[in-house]
């Protein structure tokens, strides 16, 4: 079972930056796909972006050239890079990891971007 700890969420105004961390349990060179979700009120939970542990990439369209996601393969840990933040961002951020047949989830961290 992989073991998920998030960090880094919290405030901002609009077109700032924020920096959220994933730290996994195990080498995510054993996990096939790490990435990002995230969950407004009211609405389904989407992806924001994964890393395969090819490290092959992928971003919802609304994450394209404003996100980023990155990995420290010495920390067993997965970066969310966020910029140019928008109110539309709120919302409950996931860390996910995918390995075999199972998904496994974080706790959430709030993100929170003011007007």
């Known amino acids: 079972q992989v073991q998920l700890v998030e960090s880094g969420g919290g405030m901002v105004q609009a077109g700032g930056s924020l920096r959220l961390s994933c730290a996994a349990s195990e080498s995510i060179f054993s996990i096939n796909a790490m990435g990002w979700y995230r969950q407004a009120p009211g609405k389904q939970r989407e992806l924001v972006a994964s890393l395969t542990s090819g490290g092959w990439r992928n971003y919802g369209d609304f994450a394209k050239g404003r996100f980023t996601i990155s990995r420290d393969i010495t920390k067993n840990t997965v970066y969310l890079q966020m910029n140019s933040l928008e109110p539309e961002d709120t919302a409950v951020y996931y860390c996910?990891?995918?390995?075999?047949?199972?998904?496994?989830w974080g706790q959430g961290t709030q993100v929170t971007v003011s007007s």
């Open positions: 996910n990891a995918h390995k075999q047949h199972y998904d496994y």
